[in-house]
């Protein structure tokens, strides 16, 4: 073989003198990978026998009582090269195959005997003393294979929605933000890194009126939160809460669905594409699903009709992506579950007529992460898994699962072995159950008691590792681990409540007037507490009452006679001595003072009344004879 190297050497440097070439760069370096393997053997044998020997002449000497290995070893002269040759060459007959034996290895080996395989792991010493730690590590490595062990309910936080139910939820992809809808009409945003720990939200709007909100969800950019509520007109909303989109409402007296350009009844539920962030889908009683462009509102983009077995209209309850966004699925109210390719809206893809029982409304529909297996939740208590590639049977049932609302929500854990749904209740009859079940078997694995209501909704986010559930009594939960679980309620648990500043209701705002003159201008005040000072002991600005009337009354404020008008009344009218039988008297009794000293009307009229002119009198017979003869009376 080094012949052949050589001859090809010798070849190459002909072929460069020819090419012209042969002056310039330097020599490729050859290697002889037969002498390096050669000698790599031999250093490791030498190493395994003297380890062997060291352990040999430590295991005699404890026999023995004489000096410790490590003495020895310290004392002992390096061999040279030539004696380790010819020492390996002596002891060719007892060759140690593999790599060399860990140090700490006491077990007991003769000379005869060839270590054969992998070295043993360090800290085994050739008996059964250790295998607590064995069991140790099985137990960590079986706790890493378990997935309940994985399921981060340690501590939970509860945010208090309102009175009614929790009916969406919605997070954005990095966790930061929680959005919770309910049948109040309120839709409200949660800012985990904003939060204290008194759990307010930090924003609260009706984006609907008096519409319940049956969906909320963030794009995959997480700018926008996509409103489902009662009426049939989406919304799109940023993260502030301002309004982005609101989209068309169709003619509702037009028969064919497809040639209207929106929605004409209530809908029922909606989601975001997953690779296209512009675009989202809804679905409607009006028996459409349809999909819609962020950037055109005008009308929608395909439209998607399910079909009964007879072809009549049936009305989609929940709808879906598939992960990867090239599948539309939609359960409907007859049980059936249909599933479109998004490109190809007339013929369905994939058919299951009898998925639920015929009249129950389905009420979710989720992908699995790795894309092949459907979970649905159906309307007859059940929850079951499909496998899209054979469509006619499903995977795995579960009954007994009791579910009130339209929206019940199940989702899968995020490494994918967990199916996760929740549990209705009626009022004050048990407690709403958040259920585990294994992806595999189908076995509940494990149940967490959630509240004294329904869950409604439950949210297992992937990066945070925490669940939040919507219940039927106006709460929202967020479960979390600190080890298991990453941000989210773990920031905002740790802050102090903030202190709530105290209503200052005597101070007065300080209004500052650069150009007034200087006679106008105020002092401006230094300090709060001495301005609270001179208020205090000013009665017009500490609203100080004032104090009980001496004396007659002042200000239509009666005196010390008693606290109402009435008690004054009493007191100096109805008890007054005088005799006021005859009213006439009373009256004239001021005649002489009126008349000598005028002050009501008199001084009114002084510069302008005439002096009064008065008739004479005449006796009564001058008066029957100048009376006219009509007049007179007749006899």
Known sequence: MAASGRD???TGEDISSVMGFSGFGK?????DLEAIFEQTRRTAIERSQRVLEDRQKETQGALSGGPSTASK????PSASTSSRQQDSDDSSDSELIGPPVPPGLTAQADDDDELVGPPLPPGYRGSTADDDDDDDDNDTME???DPVKKIPDTHEITLQHGTKTVSALGLDPSGARLVTGGYDYDVKFWDFAGMDAALQAFRSLQPCECHQIRSLQYSITGDVILVVAGNSQAKVLDRDGFQVLECVKGDQYIVDMANTKGHTAMLN???WHPKIKEEFLTCSNDGTVRTWDLNNEKKHKSVFKPRSLQGKR??????????????IAAGCQDGTIQIWDRNLSVHTKFHCRQAHAPGSDTSCLTFSYDGTTLASRGGDDTLKT???RNFKKPLQVATGLTSYFPMTDCCFSPDDKLLVTGTSVKREEGNGKLVFFDRESFRKVYEIEVASASVVRCLWHPKLNQIMVGTGNGLAKVYYDPVKSQRGAKLCVVKNKRKEKQAETLTQDYIITPHALPMFREARQRSTRKQLEKDRLDPVRSHKPEPPVSGPGRGGRVAAHGGTLSSYIVKNIALDKTDDSNPREAILRHAKDAAENPYWVAPAYEQTQPDPVFAEEESEEEDTDKEPEWKKRKI
């Open 8 to 10: 090809d050497e010798k």
């Open 27 to 31: 020599k490729a370096r050859t290697f």
């Open 73 to 76: 070893r310290r004392e002992r």
């Open 143 to 145: 706790d890493d294979d």
């Open 269 to 271: 539920s909606g989601c």
């Open 314 to 327: 049936v009305t989609p309850t929940c709808c879906t992506y598939s992960r990867d966004g090239k599948l």
């Open 386 to 388: 499909w496998d899209i």
